[in-house]
């Protein structure tokens, strides 16, 4: 735990949302791509945590990391009733500035504000930074929360492996980490109250409705499969079409699969990440490897969908002399978030002149996996063209000051006086 200064930051600064924006944006971000490669326990993540604890010991936060990197800043006496906010400050590779960073940059913006106005909390604020909330080195999504949470045993997350074949436990041993302080924190658990996370919206429901926030009403089951595709390297040229054991042609049949199967129960599936060893252009590769993310308004159609993906890989790895190894490397329930805590957030936003329309999602989230353990909330920010996961997504600078004005408006109400 950090010293914090008391008082934290001189009343006099302005509400800080745009300076602190512009201190994390270029950190990690690719010069050649302009997206970002904020991945768990590298040094562009190193940097960021120690952006988010400067920023917050600056505004007078106490600050720590838990046993599994993700990290606190404490706004009062760390104790029970807390009402914890945040996201995650790791990215998809060549992600946007936006996903995660911004519910982070907001938070501290939030403290500004009510410190601006000499409001103190009555319970605890403390403020969080999740890590590895992408699975892109990793391949589980929300690893820190899960962690946290005892959803996921440390052991299987100390072995999980990246690209390269580094471990979780390489890698943190490495950002000079403990790998053995993983696990789960029912002790900080079970101070939060609740847990209120912005983020930009994914997708594109605010913009048509006219509004700059939303509140989350849940969000849909989704999962991430690996399927292994063993086939025969042999020569591109010489080898016999009739003969060959390509790999390739059976995760050809699996993509399409995905796509209709998905369609079919108006899911979504994506295969965004392959690989083809050795990767000779002129050779029929040995294997390939695929990254199925599918995801459904409900768990029968999402086990539908890899339902159908499975027997159509084994069928045709079958025809081609192909083998097929498919396992599920991250899988997350539907969650339906705290109706209590959502009408409040509502009722206290249409009293701050904000009407927020109610929204579901495809899209995973630290709140998600909180929900499980405590009553969790989330707010949306507009975003315009609805892309993220991609170095084109972006918010407008007056909607995210909207955003932050929302979830102050949120803290100040729920950390405040008792009603
Ligand atoms: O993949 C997701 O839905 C989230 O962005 N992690
Ligand atoms: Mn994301
Ligand atoms: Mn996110």
Known sequence: MSSARPGGRPST???AFAELWRDLEPLGRDARSGGYRRFSWTEADARCRSWFTERATERGLATHADGNGNLWAWWGKPGPGAIATGSHLDSVPDGGAYDGALGVVSALAAVDLLQQKSFYPERPVVLGAFTE????????????SRLLTGGIAP??????????GVTLAEAMTAAGFDPAAIGPRDDLLAGLAA??????????????LGSCVGVAEGIWPHGRWRLRFGGRADHAGTA????????????????????QAAAARGGRATIGKVTAEPGGANAVPAQVTAWLDARAGDEAALAGTVSIVRSVSEKTAAEHGVTLDMRQESYSPP?????????????????????????????GHDAGVLAARLPAAMLFVRNPSGISHSAAEHADLADCEAGVRALAAVLEDLAGPAR
């Open 133 to 144: 909330e992408e699975g892109a080195r990793f391949g589980v999504a929300c690893l820190g």
């Open 13 to 15: 600064s302005p509400p």
């Open 240 to 259: 016999e079409l009739a003969g060959r054991r390509d790999p390739m042609l059976p995760f050809a049949h699996a993509v399409l699969a995905a796509r």
């Open 195 to 208: 847990f209120v996370e912005l983020h930009i919206e994914q997708g594109r429901a605010l913009a048509p």
């Open 155 to 164: 052991e299987t997350a100390r072995a999980l492996a990246g690209d390269g």
């Open 335 to 363: 969650v339906r978030f705290d109706a209590e805590l959502r009408d409040r957030i509502i009722g206290v936003l249409a009293a701050a002149g904000m009407a927020a329309p109610v929204l579901p999602t495809a899209a």
